[in-house]
């Protein structure tokens, strides 16, 4: 959704230039084994931004995220609800393959951080969905996905929200209804979270203190989210 306010040329150049840096980055071993480097995509206004882990092999040669199997699923859990890949921003917590699709270490995950989290800054996501354990760890530390799955939690003006990762979905079937069950989630805490926020802005106008202020008058209920 168009944010007047938000000054989109500047912020798909900042974009650009993230991604720029990340196709040239040697700041952890995984860009020795990389074809083409993973930066993310999607739209500059997207609402939502999803977070996976790390390319894989088909990410590392199109140099773009979940356009393998996982991706279909993805893209079809989207259809749940109304969307297409086209509607979100969709990254990784690292945007080099790692070597035969191991896990990231602690180290590169924390040398590519800096990206992602500028990334963030520049969209301003209102959701962020994370998909897979070390995407989750960054927004739920401590947590464990099978436990947490699609328990939304508000940061400031956002909403995040863990996911099974469909690579998971994929080896794990039975977890398909669950999966759906959490994407379906997203468009009614986007809906609560624009009213809690219109909300807070209200009970915050200097009108709306005065009239709390008078005799009879019932402070504002702190509404308990997500
Ligand atoms: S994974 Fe991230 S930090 Fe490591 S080389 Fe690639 S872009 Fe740089």
Redesign the pocket.
């Known amino acids: 959704m168009i944010d007047e306010t938000r000054d989109y040329e500047a912020i798909i150049a900042a974009l650009q230039e993230i991604a720029g840096e990340?196709q040239v980055?040697?700041?952890?071993e995984?860009?020795k084994g990389?074809t083409r480097?993973v930066p993310g995509e999607g739209p500059v206004d997207a609402e939502i931004m999803l977070i996976g882990e790390a390319p894989g092999f088909n990410e590392d040669q199109q140099g773009r995220p979940f356009v393998g199997a996982a991706g279909k699923l993805l893209e079809e859990l989207l259809a749940e609800i109304g969307l297409t890949r086209d509607d979100v921003w969709i990254g990784n917590v690292?945007?080099?393959r790692p070597p035969q699709n191991r896990d990231p270490r602690p180290e590169?995950i924390a040398?590519?951080a800096g990206?992602l989290e500028r990334q963030i800054a520049l969209l301003q996501p209102k959701l962020i969905g994370t998909l897979g354990r070390y995407s989750m760890e960054k927004f739920f530390p401590g947590a464990r996905i099978t436990k947490v799955h699609g328990q939304a939690k508000r940061d400031g003006a956002r909403v995040l929200i863990p996911l099974f990762h469909p690579a998971y979905v994929l080896r794990n079937m039975s977890a398909l209804p669950d999966a759906k069950r959490d994407i379906h989630k997203i468009p009614r805490l986007l809906a609560r979270l624009e009213q809690v926020l219109a909300e807070e802005a209200a009970a915050q106008a200097p009108a709306e203190e005065a009239r709390q202020d008078e005799p009879g008058m019932t402070q504002p209920e702190q509404l308990s989210l997500f």
């Open positions: 990340v980055c040697t700041a952890c995984l860009h990389r480097a690292v945007k080099c590169e040398a590519c990206y």
